[in-house]
């Protein structure tokens, strides 16, 4: 990065940073409902981030109103899983954003994490559509999980890639620090 870059405030890091939380955010507003297993982090600062989104879309809305409820039981009933499954001994990675349960169960016959996780966001897209003759702010709001979801798996499987190849080039820098050690 240049130093006018840096003085024009255009850290591309921190805005991917910001545009991964935002979408975090976002899709959490959906994953208390899709999901269990929870790590004891994965709900903290985006739970907090996406109880603000809500409230700022409920507006007069009373459906977005009784969502805002139901989605704090949710996320209190997912804290309180996650609370038993580390009593229980269970401690599934702090950061681990759970498992698709409800595409297991929709679908039974997907068994791969990532299969799931790639079908959660069309359930937005389904269950958004489905809810705009209900009412249009509630509809639209989980319509738009379809993108957030998206956006968050999209940049999480990048994040993946580029940890992989980094993987790589250490192990291989690694090789040729140990061929030099050894006079070859």
């Known amino acids: ?52 989104v809500i409230l700022l879309s409920v507006g007069h809305d009373g ?5 805002l409820l139901v989605w704090i039981v ?11 499954m580390s009593r229980l001994g ?3 990675h702090s950061k681990y954003a759970g498992e698709p349960a409800l595409v297991y169960k929709l679908i039974p016959r997907i068994t791969s994490e990532s299969k799931a996780q790639s079908i959660e966001p069309m ?15 509630l509809g639209a709001f989980v319509f738009c999980g ?13 994040l993946s890639m580029m940890r992989t190849r980094r993987m790589r080039d250490a192990e291989i820098e690694q090789r040729v620090m140990a061929d030099n050690w050894k006079g070859r």
């Open 74 to 84: 949710a996320l209190l009933f997912q804290r309180a899983c996650t609370f038993r």
């Open 63 to 67: 459906f977005m109103a009784m969502f």
């Open 90 to 92: 269970i401690h599934p």
């Open 1 to 52: 990065m240049t130093n006018q870059d840096k003085e024009n405030g255009m850290d591309k890091g921190f805005a991917a940073s910001l545009m991964y939380f935002a979408a975090l955010s976002y899709s959490t507003c959906f994953s208390v409902f899709m999901r269990k297993g929870f790590g004891s982090e994965a709900l903290g600062l985006n739970g907090i981030a996406a109880f603000f």
């Open 123 to 137: 359930l937005c897209l389904i269950v958004g559509v489905l809810l705009c003759p209900v009412s249009q702010r």
């Open 146 to 158: 379809f993108f957030s979801m998206l956006i968050q798996r999209a940049m999480e499987a990048q």
